[in-house]
């Protein structure tokens, strides 16, 4: 075959086809374009992603080269490929970069891709893609940890054949976290970096190595490694970028044939470690001693992978209780090991052991799908759950990618994912920082919150704030071991800097009263530690909070703490807290200041001033109640002043968060304002006295033509609001609050010329009237208004001052309207005593079907017409029942909306259309219902309906006369009924 005929081969042989998927390699086409979509993949390349089917590869990769590069990497690895076609369009890109294969493996690859125009398709990519397996640091360029190992097995053979013994060294930093704390990472690796060039210098850049963080290892013949050794302490000690002079820890051990290079660098490991605590650097060789202590080390190793397969490791669970209600709001599982053969291996023996040698991903996943199982168990019998913290390891994301792990197990097990809190150590972000920066945000955009352990133990705590987005910190415990004033001030400070942040905050290690009162005082919202539990098996934990009455806390409360968590508690001014479920308030929080001020109202303690606010017919409780209730519809801060043993003081309520059960607010109280700031005597003395009786109070001022609020309860009046132009105000006042046959009334009460004359007629300078007040639910309130014209003003000045009227807080109404009546000489109405009469005859002659019914929307009656429609003999079928419970209706929630808008907003509803079942059939109806009043508020409702098909057949203009009549006379008959008092 000629070359010619080589290189014009016809490609639509098989033999030709069959080479793309016989590759020994991955192979891919894809667009050039800003899809990327793949057109073509090889067997081999679905092998590499441990993919069995083409649509397992389509699932996974998204059917693009963006699918294929791992996230992280992709921005550079796309770069990358555009960079170098633009320097050379006629050679191959080459790339390294990350994949993620079907089963969550990260894996290192290296590709080779070719930019070509296709005629029928245009520009595409054709990559080449092989299994890169990295050697060496990116940090120093030393070789990594399984590159070295490779080298130590050749080498020291070498050194054996010429006569010698093999030895391998470990080097180890003293204080290298401190060094980072205190002059920062980029120093840091500088330090390591220089480092690295020493060792290169003595040793070879293949004879030393990076295991990681400030962990060096290398290897030469014994019988030159003490004066080698004491050359490399010599060149650190001058070195221009060791001016701190760290102390270098060097361990040496022998590598006979018949032991594996860990084991030997684990010996070596283990000699260094015996030097901790020394200032110079030094060295010391491994002996039989040691040997005694490292077999804990290579059993650990050696043994994990059985300790989870037989479950010798356990989660354990330890509670965190919340600190403004004492629930249970977390629990976090920690890993414990119970072996058959040792006992208990103690958590700080083998976690180190693992993060170090690369298999704590094994445990932490471990950890993770067994409280994952848990929770699917309490989950699916109805059992109380609350989000359980776990610990993933900085090492971890070298070896897999816990944040798609840990999602798809969440979704396996029907767990959602805010059940879950992912803890990261300080000292983990002392390298890497980009990557846990990265997971940090992936974890956040999967649902999880992330946690920051141990907050002070290791790098910069300020850094951490600032560069890291973490939901929560927790304190470290070695805070409160050593509890002193300084420790004090560090703590509060550390949780008032995370509530500016938005970051909650968790104290660990808390074990007396002491710390708790302390805790609590500053606002830190969760505590963890010995004084509610220690980490115990699943069963026994929740047996020991069932003994100490610890409660679980529900996901609703915890979500209305959390906002409420964020509140700065550390306040010179008087603070406190306040649960308020529409009737009572229930203190939550106050700190001293607020206790003080209480105290000097001379009322008693704070659980008295909570007992005046939860009175409710007294003045002062309708205050609070009143001004809360404005505060929850404002969502506003608002104020109130209100005098207590002739002392006045100024309230304010702020509105932190709400939920179904109720509302927190945050109060302040000042008693110290109103008396700097009163200027008239004679003011002051009328203030004084009314402002302890009067709900609302403004000043009306002829002159300047003004009315300014001085206390309101109204949510849409602040004290201090001023309006100009009395008369447009008053003609135009809202009908939503006065009954509207009293608001012609009303704007008389308000008109100069009226008052001057009231004024003149009383002789006394004041005067007042009663008005129906509309609530926010719909019913009225006798409200009495008085009128204080302020003395040497000319009656320019006045007040009007408001509050519920006596008559709202009598026993028995009717007996003292019978005497108001008496007394003033007004006849009973004469259509009265035929109401009986006319009443039964529109039950029981018309044809209108009507009905009423009482305040939980119970039938009370109907009328015979309505009866007979749906085919009752009596009225007794459905006396006492809800719609839905006769369930007559095809839906009863538009039905049941209406009446509740009726009930509750005093509203009426007018022809609103729905349907109901006769005899089995559909039928389209329209219903009109409204309120029924007694003494002014609403105690049930009345309505009637047309059937559209059968009613509006014989519907004439008369009938419509007659039933406008009927309508007319209902609302008559329930004023007299039930509104048999107005002024």
């Not at 980072?180 to 003595?202: C, M, P, S, T």
């Not at 190793?301 to 010798?312: F, V």
Request: proline residues 3%.
């Amino acid at each position: 075959m000629s070359v010619q005929t080589f290189t014009k081969s016809d490609f639509n042989k098989k033999y030709i086809q069959n080479g793309f998927s016989f590759m020994p390699g991955g192979f891919l086409i894809y667009r050039a374009d800003d899809t990327e979509e793949i057109l073509y993949a090889n067997p081999s390349l679905l092998e590499i992603f441990e993919c069995e089917t083409e649509e397992q590869f389509l699932e996974l990769t998204g059917g693009t080269f963006k699918g294929v590069v791992y996230s992280e990497d992709l921005k550079s690895v796309e770069s990358s490929i555009k960079l170098q076609h633009k320097l050379d369009q006629n050679f191959y890109d080459n790339a390294h970069y990350r994949i993620m294969t079907r089963s969550g493996k990260l894996k290192y690859v290296q590709d080779f891709g070719k930019l070509c125009f296709d005629e029928d398709e245009g520009p595409l990519f054709y990559v080449f893609i092989s299994f890169l397996k990295i050697k060496l640091d990116l940090l120093t360029g030393l070789p990594l940890r399984w590159y070295f190992i490779e080298l130590v097995k050749q080498g020291a053979y070498k050194i054996i054949e010429d006569g010698g013994t093999p030895v391998i060294i470990a080097f180890d930093f003293t204080g290298m976290k401190t060094f980072n704390n205190r002059y920062g990472v980029e120093e840091g690796d500088n330090h390591l970096l220089n480092f690295a060039h020493i060792l290169k210098k003595h040793l070879g850049s293949e004879r030393c190595s990076r295991f990681g963080e400030d962990h060096f290892y290398g290897f030469c013949d014994s019988k030159d490694v003490e004066g080698l050794l004491n050359n490399v302490i010599i060149d650190l000690n001058v070195s221009e970028s060791n001016p701190r002079n760290l102390p270098l820890r060097m361990g040496i051990a022998e590598f006979p044939s018949d032991i594996s290079v860990d084991v030997v660098c684990n010996r070596a490991k283990a000699a260094a470690d015996t030097l901790k605590g020394t200032q110079e650097s030094d060295y010391a060789w491994f002996n039989e001693k040691m040997s005694k202590i490292l077999w804990k080390k290579e059993y650990i190793i050696s043994h994990i992978h059985q300790a989870i397969n037989e479950r010798w490791v356990e989660p354990y669970y330890q509670p965190v209780v919340r600190t403004l209600n004492g629930r249970l709001c977390n629990l976090e599982a920690l890993a414990r090991w119970r072996d058959p053969e040792h006992g208990l291996i103690s958590p700080a023996d083998f976690i180190p052991i693992l993060e170090e040698n690369g298999l704590s991903y094994k445990l932490d996943m471990y950890i993770v799908e067994r409280v994952l199982t848990m929770l699917q168990h309490r989950i699916k019998e109805g059992l109380p759950v609350v989000p359980i913290s776990v610990n993933i390891s900085r090492s971890d994301f070298d070896y897999c990618d816990p944040v798609k792990i840990i999602s798809s197990a969440c979704d396996i097990h029907g767990v959602k994912r805010g059940l879950i809190a992912i803890e990261i150590t300080e000292s983990s972000l002392m390298s890497n920082q980009d990557v846990i920066r990265h997971a940090i945000d992936r974890f956040h955009a999967a649902g999880f919150e992330v946690w920051m352990d141990d907050f002070g133990s290791g790098y910069s705590s300020l850094n951490v704030l600032k560069d890291f987005d973490f939901d929560e910190i927790k304190i470290d415990m070695a805070f409160l071991r050593d509890f002193n004033e300084r420790s004090r001030k560090i703590v509060t400070m550390a949780v008032k800097m995370a509530k500016a942040l938005g970051i909650h905050t968790l104290a660990e290690g808390v074990e007396t009263e002491e710390h708790i009162d302390f805790l609590k005082s500053i606002g830190c919202e969760r505590i963890q530690g010995y004084y509610y539990g220690k980490p115990d098996a699943i069963t026994e934990q929740l047996d020991h909070l069932k003994r100490t009455g610890i409660n679980f806390e529900t996901l609703e409360t915890a979500s209305f703490y959390q906002k409420t968590g964020l509140i700065d508690f550390v306040s010179k001014r008087p603070f406190a807290l306040f649960f308020y479920d529409g009737k009572r308030f229930t203190t939550i929080f106050r700190n001293n200041k607020y206790i003080e001020e209480i105290a000097h109202a001379n009322i008693g303690d704070e659980f008295i001033f909570e007992s005046y606010m939860n009175q409710l017919n007294s003045v002062l409780g309708r205050k609070f109640r009143a001004l809360a209730e404005k505060t929850i519809s404002s969502g506003n801060r608002e104020i109130m002043t209100f005098v207590v043993n002739n002392r006045y003081f100024r309230f304010m309520f702020a509105s932190v968060a709400s939920s179904r059960q109720g509302n927190m607010l945050s109060a302040t109280i000042d008693g110290s304002i109103y008396e700097e700031q009163q200027n008239s005597r004679q003011l002051d003395i009328v203030m004084r006295n009314i402002m302890a009786i009067y709900e609302s109070i403004y000043l009306i001022d002829f002159k300047e033509d003004s009315r300014t609020v001085i206390v309101s309860n109204l949510p849409n009046e602040n004290e201090g609001d001023v309006i100009y132009g009395l008369k447009d105000f008053y003609a135009h006042y809202n009908v939503r609050y006065i009954h509207v046959d009293d608001l012609e009334r009303f704007r008389k009460l308000m008109n100069r010329k009226y008052i001057a004359e009231m004024f003149k007629l009383n002789e006394r300078g004041s005067f007042s009237d009663l008005f129906p007040v509309k609530k926010d639910n719909g019913s009225y309130e006798w409200t009495s208004f008085l009128i204080i014209s302020i003395p040497d003003t000319d009656g320019e000045k006045l007040l009007v001052c408001i509050k519920p009227s006596l008559l709202e807080d009598q026993k028995d109404k009717k007996i003292l309207v019978d005497r108001l009546v008496s007394l003033n000489n007004i006849l009973s109405d004469s259509k009265s005593a035929s109401t009986v009469d006319f009443w039964n005859s529109a039950v029981f002659e018309s044809d209108i079907k009507f009905f009423w019914k009482d305040k939980n929307r119970r039938f009370l009656g109907a009328s015979r017409a309505f009866l007979n429609y749906y085919g009752m003999r009596s009225s007794k079928t459905i006396i006492g029942k809800t719609d839905e419970e006769i369930g007559w209706h095809i839906d009863d929630s538009p039905f049941k909306k209406d009446e509740m808008d009726v009930l509750e907003k005093g509203i009426m509803i007018q022809n609103a259309s729905g349907k109901n079942i006769i005899n089995g059939l559909p039928h389209d109806i329209q219903a009109t219902k409204f309120p029924i009043y007694h003494d002014g508020k609403i105690v049930g409702l009345m309505g009637y309906f047309f059937d559209s098909e059968i009613d509006e057949k014989r519907i004439v203009d008369v009938r419509k006369k007659r039933l406008q009549r009927f309508i007319d006379w209902i609302f008559e008959f329930s004023g007299h009924v039930f509104m048999p008092f107005r002024l």
